[in-house]
């Protein structure tokens, strides 16, 4: 069992930086998710705009819904284990969602880039070497930290501490349980079916 459990804990560790060159796949794989991930952006803006009349009462609940904007900085360096991975990304997605027509015009590239960012330093505090839990959500957090930053400058300075506290708070566990929660299940299911093999993250257990 200890052994057991040692392994498992040294499995998400890569024993060289993933600074490393990237690799004509790397590339790919992050890229597509980027493209993938531009759509559903696009679409859940949608949705975001249909529903909410459902919270003009108290406005900042809707944040719940935040952190499927906050994917793909967190899940694409799990399954590329490549430093930028995250911030290429995010970028890649809002640009997609900016030529689908995002409601928000090409605001959605500045957040695009920092959200990603952010969701990279998360991992850039273990030297890209770690990819494990602990990464995962401190990578969420910071990307939705980031996010509720930019839309409490950008559009309600107006807000209440209280409001903006709420909003904030809101954010960061939806992108938590989303992004961090939700990309580390998904890298694993991803892992088991076969589809992560040309990838270290394919290899191990998360």
Do not use: C, H
């Not at 911030?87 to 640009?95: D, N, Q, S, V, Y």
């Not at 015009?105 to 330093?121: F, I, N, R």
């Amino acid at each position: 069992m200890a052994d057991s459990a040692v392994r498992s804990s040294s499995e998400n560790v890569d024993p060289q930086p993933s600074a490393a060159r990237w690799r004509t796949v790397d590339i790919v794989v992050a890229a597509v998710l980027g493209v993938a991930f531009g759509v559903v952006f696009w679409a859940w803006g949608l949705l975001w705009a249909a529903v909410g009349t459902a919270f003009v009462a108290f406005p900042p609940a809707q944040a719940f819904m935040y952190g499927v904007w906050l994917l793909p900085a967190v899940l694409a360096p799990l399954v590329v284990r490549k430093a930028g991975a995250g911030l290429f990304a995010e970028l890649i997605a809002a640009i997609v969602s900016a030529l689908l027509g995002s409601a928000w015009g090409s605001m959605v590239l500045l957040y695009g880039l920092l959200q990603g960012a952010a969701g990279e330093a998360g991992y850039a505090a273990f030297g890209w070497r770690r990819y494990g839990w602990p990464q995962a959500v401190l990578s969420a957090a910071l990307a939705g930290g980031m996010a509720a930053f930019l839309d409490l400058y950008n559009y309600y300075p107006d807000w209440t501490a209280g409001w903006k506290t709420i909003y904030t708070a809101l954010i960061v566990a939806s992108t938590v349980v989303v992004a961090g929660v939700g990309g580390m299940a998904l890298t694993r299911a991803l892992a088991a079916s076969g589809a992560l093999s040309s990838f270290a993250s394919g290899r191990t257990r998360a």
